[in-house]
């Protein structure tokens, strides 16, 4: 079984709907991020939590918002979807690093999203 | 906001042939990582490199971190069409809390 998984893999909604995706992972790691890739622009930030209790936004989190129900459990949410959020999405998980360490993160298989 | 520039953006090449991507920024990273994406699926990590001018070899692949530790390069040796992909560097500051930056990617197309 995959390490990180994201539900739905595919998914096509219409401008103001509101849809939600759904990361699981089986790490136990406490850092979790979503991410969309769009191209040309590689991988930004959207939220990141590093704790059941912690949210933090990221470099484009406008539109978008999260909920850490659980260690293992990541959603994002679109409240009202529009056309220019059409992306892929990408969850990722991390441990926490050690003094001086380098993060490693560990990504899903994605979810693309159309919004039309 | 610190940025990562890589190029080319694209590259399309015949097996068997070398080729170097770069990754640059104007910033300092503490450490600089590379993933390769392979389509429909999440990036993986490669490598990890923390000092300035440190290189590591992965079988064909050669990875170089700046002295200045602001950019870095991915070296492909008589490339495979396995090695196809989009492959992304991303920096970190990480001193506990930093997140990773991700550069614009590479994508790369090895030809049979």
């Known amino acids: 079984d995959a390490d990180v998984t994201q539900t739905p893999r595919n998914r096509i909604t219409k401008t103001g709907k509101r849809i939600m995706l759904e990361c699981s992972q089986t790490k136990g790691h406490d850092r979790m991020y979503w991410y969309r890739q769009d191209p040309g622009l590689g991988l930004r930030l959207i939220y990141y939590?590093?704790?059941?209790?912690?949210?933090n936004k990221g470099e484009i989190s406008d539109g978008y918002s999260v909920s850490r129900q659980a260690q293992a459990k990541f959603s994002l949410s679109l409240e009202s979807a529009i056309p220019n959020q059409t992306a892929l999405y990408f969850c990722?998980?991390?441990?926490?690093?050690?003094?001086?360490?380098?993060?490693?993160?560990?990504f899903g298989p994605g979810t693309r999203l159309l919004v039309l | 906001t610190q940025l990562l520039e890589q190029s080319p953006q694209f590259l399309s090449i015949q097996e068997g042939e070398n080729l170097t991507v770069y990754c640059n920024s104007s910033?300092?990273?503490?450490?600089l990582q590379w993933y390769r994406q392979e389509p429909g699926e999440g990036p993986v990590l490669l490598v990890t490199v923390v000092t300035g001018g440190e290189v590591k070899k992965l079988k064909r692949l050669t990875f170089q971190f700046g002295d200045a530790r602001k950019d870095s390069s991915l070296h492909i040796t008589a490339a495979q069409p396995g090695d196809t992909g989009l492959y992304l560097c991303?920096?970190?500051?990480?001193?506990?809390?930093?997140?990773?930056?991700f550069g614009t990617g590479t994508r790369l197309t090895i030809i049979p």
């Open positions: 991303a920096g970190s500051n990480n001193f506990g809390n930093e997140k990773l930056t």
């Open positions: 910033s300092v990273f503490s450490s």
């Open positions: 939590s590093f704790d059941v209790k912690d949210i």
């Open positions: 990722a998980t991390s441990p926490a690093p050690g003094v001086g360490g380098v993060e490693t993160q560990y």
